[in-house]
């Protein structure tokens, strides 16, 4: 699967939060300086899978998103 929910996943791993917090922000500010707004970036849209011991998080469901 894609992972499991920010929300899921930080309850789990509390130590984890200043990690995916960091890469929730790179993310936003990658899609704004693209002038892509998602449509609905609520946390629900914000999944973490671990790869190689280190969480990775990824924003999904673009069915919203538009280019400015």
């Known amino acids: ?13 509390p130590h984890d939060v200043p990690e995916v917090t960091r890469q929730k922000q790179e993310i936003l500010s990658r899609l704004d300086k693209a002038r892509i707004h998602h449509g609905h970036a609520h946390s629900a849209n914000f999944v973490v899978r671990m790869e190689n ?16």
Do not use: C, M, Y
Request: aromatic letters at 6%.
């Open 1 to 13: 699967g894609v992972g499991e929910t920010l929300d899921r996943f930080v309850e789990a791993n």
């Open 53 to 68: 011991g280190k969480p990775i998080v990824r924003l999904i469901d673009f069915d919203q998103a538009v280019s400015q």
